[in-house]
């Protein structure tokens, strides 16, 4: 039987609004362990990554929030949603006016997930693929990235890329739920959010996302 990606996203999840971002609604499941056993057996197959974007991470939750709060930081500006998820922060972004939003991920169910969750809030994301972290992107004014720190070869690897964003004049906001290899310094923090969470995916039932602007790194004397 051939896969359908779009009606896999349908059947394995519900359409619900995340925990502290209620005006955005998502395909998101309801149960962790059975949508993770069913992408492992289609991973052998289709080497399909973990089912990320079926849930409402409390970084992009985080993200999401603060957009809706304070929609001058995005309106009229063309916008990269780092690691994207399941949409949430590239939607908010674009329901309070940014020009273009686009969407990064690697996993090609999660661009399925992102186009079907614009569909429900009625806005347009663009999704594109994995970007190239050596370059600057161009024509972009902001990258927001949620909850992208957990991982230390990647946080090294993205951070690296970040701040050679920001040296460019481009805006990069971190929604950060208490990750390993996060910076403590360099950051302007501007917003706090206690995210309530699964056991089955953290190891407590809500996280503290800080959002903050990521600022260069100091320089070594």
Known sequence: MTFDPVEFIRSQT??????????????????????????????????????????????????????????EMVQDKRVIDFASGSGVAAIAAMKVGAK??????????????????????????????????????????????GDVCYNQAMSTRLLRWLWLCVAKGIRVVIADPGRAYMPREGL??????????????????????????LLLPPKEE
């Open 100 to 145: 273009e939003a686009l969407a990064t991920e690697i996993d090609p169910l999660a661009h399925e997930a992102i186009t079907l969750n614009a569909a429900l809030n009625n806005v347009h994301i663009t999704n594109i693929g994995d970007l190239d972290m050596t370059k600057v992107p161009k024509g972009i004014d902001l990258i927001m990235a």
């Open 14 to 71: 519900v359409v619900t609004t995340p925990a502290i971002v209620p005006e955005i609604k998502l395909h998101l499941a309801t149960e962790v362990t059975p949508l993770w056993k069913l992408t492992e057996e289609r991973l052998k197959s289709d080497n399909l990554p973990p089912p990320f974007w079926a849930f409402a991470w409390p970084g992009g939750q985080g993200l999401a929030r603060f957009i809706l709060d304070h929609p």
């Open 188 to 213: 302007i923090h501007h917003a706090t959010y206690v995210v309530p969470t699964s056991r089955d995916l953290e190891d407590q039932e809500s996280r503290t996302v800080v959002v903050s602007d």
